[in-house]
Every structure is written in structure tokens, then in C-alpha cells.
């Protein structure tokens, strides 16, 4: 009798190879160099605070994964600058900021693509039905951003009061991250020390960021007459994923005429 001829057992199926890992940006650049700076001379290291090295990388991450364009404009800040010093002969002295950041939020109203962020996967935009704004404070351990809540339905004087109490906090003993969390938009502004322009960085998951530097008179012709006016110079860095250039100009111009009238900005 003869033995029964077994089937061979079929082969196993090929295990499929892993995927390849993406090589961790920026992988295709060479390192930063690694230098023994004592060889040149004498040096010192200091070690930096938690925040800074948070805000470093934080910054470092935003800078790399986000498309900024800035854009740079002026406003004319004369009827501003006339209506703070009338406020300041009746015992209320407030800065330029407050009504930036009351401008801004009117200004997030008006462009809701600036009042959004992307989803995860950027396939989407997530568009906000709330209006509050950050305010970069420089701080002795490094940069915080207090978030001014509900900035569209406070006025002029109740931000500059919480501005004010919330940077005193940031600058003493910092900030719960309750206070520096949930913004939709951010203002930098230099100019109580000076400069005429600069790329302040988004802070994610934001889309928009805008940078204020020092006013300055300058010559300009009206009605045919040579007359000095004060400019206010702005830089609004966006992410070219979700804005254009030419939104990005308008915003900045609503902005402006919003200055130019501060005593309906102040109602």
C-alpha cells in the first residue's frame, strides 16, 4: 500500500517591510557647529530658566513649520496721540497698546480667516467665535504672553487695566498657563524702545502676529501744504497657508483707520 502524498504546506506570506520612519526635520541640513569658544578667550555659561528654554523651542518649531510672510505698513497715529493726551489732562493716562488691542479684535470681526487656526491635519480651519488676544510681555526669566480675554466686548480702559495687572504678575512671579493659554491673535510691541520694523513670530496654533515699533514724525504733503504727522509703524507676520497678501493688507489698513478714529474705539 501505498503512502498518502501529502500537500505541502503552503509558504508563509511575506511579512511586510516597516515603513520607513521620516528623518526628524531638518535632517537635511548640516549641524549646527560645535565650537570650544574658551580657544578665542575668556567665556562664561549661563544656564537658561525653564521658560526660556520653552519659548526657544517653542519659537524654533513655529519658525520652522509655519510659512511666515510679514507684511509692513504705517498708521497715521496724530488723532491718537491727541485724544491720549486729552484722556491724560483728565487723570487717565493709557498707552497706545489698549487701543491697538481693541482695534485688533474689531479687526479679527471684520477678517475671520485671522480669527482661526488649522485642524491637525491641516485640512481645515477651525474659525473661533471668540476674540482674545495675547500681549508679548518681556519678563527678567524671558518672554510671556498673557491672554486678554473677550477683548471685542471690554473697553479701552477695562484692557488696559487688565494688561496692565496681568504684566505686573508675568513680571513678578509669572503666570498660571490659565492666563497664557487660549489665544486667538498676538501683539508685539517695541515701541517704548524703538525700531521701524521687524518679523515678530506666530505663536501656534495662531495664524497671524502683529508687531508695533516706535512712532515717528515725519514730513507729508496735505492739500498741497507741507505739515508733520506721527506714523505708527506695523508689521503683521501671517501663515501663507490660510491668509493672502492682499488680506493681509487690508487687515492692517482696517486696523489703521480704526486708530484714526480713538474716540469710537474708547466708546
Given at each position: 500500500?501505498e503512502?498518502?502524498?501529502?500537500a505541502?504546506a503552503p509558504a508563509?506570506?511575506p511579512?511586510?517591510?516597516?515603513a520607513?520612519v ?13 565650537m570650544?569658544f574658551?580657544?578665542?578667550g575668556?567665556?562664561?555659561?549661563v544656564?537658561?530658566?525653564r ?15 509655519i510659512p ?6 504705517e498708521a497715521?497715529?496724530?488723532a491718537?496721540?491727541?485724544f491720549r493726551?486729552e484722556?491724560?489732562?483728565g487723570?487717565?493716562k ?5 487701543f491697538l488691542?481693541k482695534a485688533a479684535a ?9 480669527n482661526?487656526s488649522?485642524s491637525?491635519?491641516g485640512?481645515?480651519?477651525v474659525m473661533?467665535?471668540?476674540?482674545h488676544i495675547?500681549v508679548?510681555?518681556?519678563t527678567?526669566?524671558g518672554?510671556?504672553v ?5 477683548c471685542?466686548?471690554?473697553s479701552v480702559?477695562?484692557?488696559?487695566g487688565?494688561l496692565a ?5 508675568a513680571r513678578?512671579?509669572g ?7 487660549g489665544g486667538?491673535?498676538?501683539v ?10 521687524f518679523?515678530?513670530?506666530i ?8 508687531g ?9 504733503l ?5 505739515v508733520t504727522?506721527l506714523?505708527?509703524?506695523f508689521?503683521l507676520?501671517?501663515d501663507h ?10 487687515f492692517?489698513?482696517?486696523i489703521?483707520?480704526?486708530l484714526?478714529d480713538?474716540?469710537d474705539l474708547?466708546r
Amino acid at each position: 500500500m501505498e503512502a498518502p502524498v501529502l500537500a505541502a504546506a503552503p509558504a508563509p506570506a511575506p511579512i511586510p517591510a516597516p515603513a520607513p520612519v521620516p528623518a526628524a526635520w531638518p535632517a537635511t541640513l548640516p549641524p549646527m557647529p560645535v565650537m570650544d569658544f574658551a580657544q578665542f578667550g575668556e567665556v562664561e555659561t549661563v544656564a537658561l530658566s525653564r521658560n526660556q528654554k520653552l519659548v526657544a523651542s517653542f519659537l524654533s518649531r513655529n519658525w520652522a513649520q509655519i510659512p511666515h510672510v510679514t507684511h509692513h505698513d504705517e498708521a497715521c497715529a496724530d488723532a491718537l496721540e491727541a485724544f491720549r493726551r486729552e484722556l491724560a489732562a483728565g487723570g487717565v493716562k493709557l498707552t497706545p497698546l489698549p487701543f491697538l488691542i481693541k482695534a485688533a479684535a474689531r479687526a479679527l470681526a471684520a477678517f475671520p480667516r485671522f480669527n482661526a487656526s488649522l485642524s491637525p491635519d491641516g485640512g481645515a480651519l477651525v474659525m473661533k467665535r471668540y476674540v482674545h488676544i495675547g500681549v508679548a510681555v518681556e519678563t527678567p526669566n524671558g518672554l510671556m504672553v498673557p491672554v486678554i480675554r473677550d477683548c471685542d466686548k471690554k473697553s479701552v480702559v477695562e484692557i488696559a487695566g487688565e494688561l496692565a495687572d496681568k504684566t505686573a504678575r508675568a513680571r513678578a512671579k509669572g503666570l498660571p498657563m490659565a492666563d497664557m493659554s487660549g489665544g486667538c491673535f498676538s501683539v508685539s510691541s517695541l515701541g517704548a524702545i524703538g525700531g521701524t520694523a521687524f518679523t515678530p513670530i506666530i505663536n501656534a496654533p495662531e495664524v497671524a502676529i502683529l508687531g508695533v515699533t516706535r512712532t515717528f514724525e515725519r514730513l507729508a504733503l496735505a492739500d498741497g501744504k507741507l505739515v508733520t504727522t506721527l506714523a505708527m509703524p506695523f508689521s503683521l507676520s501671517y501663515d501663507h497657508r490660510v491668509i493672502n497678501g492682499a488680506d493681509a493688507a487690508r487687515f492692517v489698513r482696517f486696523i489703521a483707520d480704526q486708530l484714526a478714529d480713538p474716540i469710537d474705539l474708547a466708546r
